[in-house]
């Protein structure tokens, strides 16, 4: 089976720079995806790693360690509008089935 | 283009109740999925179909079925709903099951009393 943790919540002010950790198991591995949601609203795709390293998208970066089953989210220059739940999620041995983390609740403050 | 929709928006149901959950995406997208997701909770696979003519078990089957009507829907249908069921139902799409990015419809909010 697959299982997946985040925080809970994580707090920053506008400007910062915050990282949303995501440490999973899994039998099978085939890359770590990362999804925003907003309240209310509907997930939508931020990044996606399949190898170990960076992959950076404007002001959001992805990083994934394979060897050591985690990975994250770094957001920069933080605006109120990033205010959101992040979820991790990853795909399982079959590449069928994904399972998704709990999620993190990110407050960016003024 | 509008992406992956679904009917209804909200709805709510008496214990014992059936109602099926209509989604529709215009991508041309060979697989489809149904989540659900619960307050404070991630997103929990119910049902997919990697292609049309074919559906398959997710995490969390019990309670409901599904149908692939064609490349471009995907039908939910809660046969005799339960306060257990109460939920956020996602459907989502993506080009073929080892697509990585998946996209989602708005949502249907389900309150079962």
């Known amino acids: 089976g697959q299982s997946l943790e985040q925080p809970s919540e994580v707090t920053a002010v506008e400007g910062a720079i915050v990282q949303i950790n995501c440490t999973y198991q899994t039998s099978g591995f085939y890359g770590l995806s990362w999804y925003q949601q907003h309240d209310g609203g509907a997930p939508t795709f931020l990044s996606y790693n399949a190898l170990d390293g960076l992959e950076e998208t404007g002001r959001f970066s992805s990083f994934l360690s394979r060897s050591d089953s985690y990975g994250y989210l770094l957001l920069q220059e933080l605006q109120m509008k990033d205010s959101a739940s992040y979820f991790c999620?990853?795909?399982?041995?079959?590449?069928?089935?994904?399972?998704f983390g709990p999620g993190t609740r990110l407050s960016v403050l003024p | 283009n509008a992406g992956v929709t679904q009917t209804p928006k909200f709805q709510v149901l008496k214990t014992g109740q059936s109602m099926t959950l209509q989604c529709a995406q215009d991508m041309n997208h060979n697989s489809m999925y149904w989540y659900r997701q619960d307050p404070g909770m991630g997103l929990r696979l119910i049902y997919y179909?990697?292609?049309?003519?074919?559906?398959d078990k997710g995490e969390v089957p019990n309670g409901y079925n599904v149908s692939r009507l064609n490349k471009r829907e995907f039908s939910l249908r809660l046969e005799s709903a339960a306060p257990s069921q109460t939920s956020v139902y996602f459907c989502?799409?993506?080009?073929?099951?080892?697509?990585?990015?998946?996209?989602f419809g708005p949502g249907t909010r389900l309150t079962v009393t």
């Open positions: 999620a990853v795909r399982d041995m079959y590449g069928q089935n994904f399972v």
């Open positions: 179909s990697a292609s049309e003519g074919t559906t």
């Open positions: 989502a799409s993506s080009d073929d099951m080892g697509d990585y990015e998946q996209y």
